[in-house]
């Protein structure tokens, strides 16, 4: 079993919809989790970092971790064109440094 | 502007040539990392280095070289012993520590000729 698992899509969605982008992970000692956006040919960018369980807001983003089913989500409201890309999930935790990644996810949203 | 630069933005390698990809960062941070990113295979790390004069090796260090002389700059070398270097190769940077973020540099894209 994959330490990270995250389905590559892709998806596609109409402009406004709400995007749900979702990881499962089997390692419990993942204790930080982080989304990153990542445009074509462009380096990953941080959108939302989170630790403990719950929900995380910030502007049209949530992140929710659910670490008793080791599952994460990013909800993306009201998306818009701008908002295509890939997305990754990534985690910590541990005794190592690592950050390990899931293998993204391609959204397109249309106008 | 505080940040992290990579160059080139494209680099060719012929047979048998080693090339040196740049990194710099001016965030005043400890810790750099290489990552490699492939179509479908997400982003797999090459070397990662806590502090100055100390490098690790990550999951798939062979083939490659660095260095940390400067806490500012993490130079990679794709030596001509890695045989499948096209790729889009990451720098990223962070404080240190097990829950510090990972920034991430624009990338290089290296391709074979």
């Known amino acids: 079993q994959k330490e990270v698992e995250q389905d590559p899509g892709p998806l596609s969605v109409p402009e406004g919809a709400i995007v749900s982008l979702n990881c499962t992970y089997s390692?419990?000692?993942?204790?930080?989790f982080m989304w990153y956006r990542q445009y074509s040919r462009k380096g990953p960018e941080l959108l939302m970092y989170?630790?403990?369980?719950g929900n995380k807001e910030d502007g049209r983003f949530t992140a929710q971790v659910d670490k008793s089913s080791k599952y994460i989500s990013l909800f993306i409201r009201d998306s818009q064109p701008s908002d295509s890309a890939t997305y990754l999930c990534?985690?910590?935790?541990?005794?190592?440094?690592?950050?390990?990644f899931g293998k993204g996810t391609l959204l397109t949203v249309n106008p | 502007d505080g940040g992290i630069t990579q160059s080139p933005k494209y680099l060719f390698r012929k047979e048998g040539q080693n090339v040196t990809l740049s990194c710099e960062q001016n965030?005043?941070?400890?810790?750099m990392y290489w990552y490699r990113q492939d179509p479908g295979q997400g982003l797999r790390l090459i070397y990662y280095?806590?502090?100055?004069?100390?490098?690790q090796k990550g999951d798939i260090a062979e083939g490659y070289s660095v260095s940390r002389e400067k806490k500012e700059s993490f130079p990679l070398t794709v030596t001509s012993a890695q045989k499948n270097p096209t790729a889009f190769y990451l720098c990223?940077?962070?404080?240190?520590?097990?829950?510090?973020?990972?920034?991430f540099g624009p990338g290089t894209r290296l391709l074979v000729l």
């Open positions: 280095s806590q502090i100055v004069n100390d490098f």
């Open positions: 989170t630790y403990s369980s």
């Open positions: 390692n419990s000692a993942f204790q930080y």
């Open positions: 990223a940077s962070s404080m240190g520590g097990r829950k510090e973020t990972q920034y």
């Open positions: 965030l005043n941070h400890d810790a």
């Open positions: 990534a985690m910590i935790g541990g005794s190592n440094y690592k950050l390990t």
